[in-house]
């Protein structure tokens, strides 16, 4: 592994749980960066060697499901393909024999399924996404252990991620098809609002059941087949009014969608209002074709989401309806109670 990119130092690490730094690193090795196991040691001299072997167990699953060799099976699952991760596991396209049916099987990796913590955290995001019965969530079916390594089931959605829709029409002509029409037409704006009115629609119900998902970004949202726009990936998902959840003293989330109150990493409220501040942040990229702030590093892009306010859409993109823009900066707003 090798990468031009330092990791942020923090200096909380030397008292953050290993599961919590491992996860840390899987989030940027889904978003596409490479890690360079020489400067995580380097950068972690206590527990640098554990960290990488979580990693090197979490690539090599990975690897070896890119190959052309048979996966095998895990229970009643027989392995198709792997279509992707998603926190800390490996997601793959696999078949449900007893119930003949196409399913998403994620699976945590052995090497990371030795940590506790670990393992606790994709039992709770299985858990609590399967409270979950909404058009716009991705439906959990059920979970188990197998040869020590946890997985569970879930509804396998035939579409792309919204983070994939936005990497092919970010640059294209206004006059080109997109799954929501052309960029210089009026239904263009009016299909993305139906979008996140679903998107929100699933949120709600969520709120509802008390979870709180925390981590709204492009790759967590799945646009299926008929045009709707679908919540994935509860893994960093809380139930409203637990401790953890409402005190924001770990560095969760993904920093461009992060809201102020995660953005501070002080021990102060964090409920369902950071869903919203996320979801507009969405929205504001699908807009803009960029987030609402931008960093020279790290520090300065939360340092701007916890102070500066984001540019309108409309002096971005003048396309962008006033309403819609509206919708937006009202989600962005800075105080969890203007939103």
């Not at 699952?77 to 792997?82: D, E, F, I, V, W």
């Not at 990796?109 to 994709?122: L, S």
């Not at 699933?202 to 799945?222: F, M, W």
Request: proline residues 6%; glycine residues 8%.
């Amino acid at each position: 592994m090798a990468t031009n990119k330092a990791p942020e130092s923090d200096p909380r690490d030397g008292s953050e749980d290993l599961e919590d730094l491992v996860a840390r690193y899987v989030d940027r090795l889904t978003e596409g960066e490479k890690i360079d196991r020489y400067r995580i040691l380097a950068e972690h001299p206590s527990r640098g060697l554990q960290i990488v072997e979580h990693l090197e167990a979490f690539v090599n699953l990975a690897s070896n499901a890119d190959s052309n060799d048979p996966l095998g099976t895990l229970g009643d699952y027989t392995l198709r393909r792997r279509i992707g991760r998603g926190g800390m596991g490996v997601v793959y396209e696999a078949w449900e024999g007893s119930m003949d049916r196409r399913v998403a099987l994620k699976v945590l990796p052995a090497g990371i399924a030795a940590d506790e913590r670990a393992v606790g955290r994709f039992i709770r995001e299985a858990q609590l996404a399967g409270r979950l019965n909404h058009p716009n969530v991705v439906a959990v079916y059920g979970m188990g252990v197998k040869e020590q390594s946890p997985y569970y089931a879930m509804e396998y959605v035939d579409g792309e991620t919204l983070a994939q829709v936005l990497a092919r029409i970010k640059d294209a002509a206004p006059d080109t098809d997109t799954p929501f029409g052309k960029k210089d037409c009026a239904s263009y704006f009016e299909q993305l609002a139906r979008a996140f009115a679903d998107v929100a629609d699933g949120l709600q119900h969520a709120h509802a059941k008390k979870v709180i998902h925390r981590d709204i970004k492009p790759s967590n949202l799945i646009l299926d087949r008929d045009g709707r726009l679908r919540i994935l990936d509860f893994g960093l998902a809380h139930l409203e009014g637990q401790e953890s959840l409402t005190l924001s003293g770990d560095f969760l989330g993904t920093p461009q969608y992060m809201s102020p109150e995660q953005a501070r990493r002080r021990k102060i409220p964090v409920d369902h209002r950071t869903d919203v501040y996320s979801l507009g942040a969405t929205m504001y990229e699908v807009l803009c074709g960029r987030p609402p702030f931008r960093g020279t590093d790290h520090a300065d892009l939360l340092s701007r989401i916890i102070e500066a306010d984001a540019p309108g859409p409309r002096s971005v993109n003048p396309r962008v309806p006033e309403d819609f823009e509206t919708i937006a900066l009202k989600c962005l707003r800075k105080e969890p109670d203007a939103r």
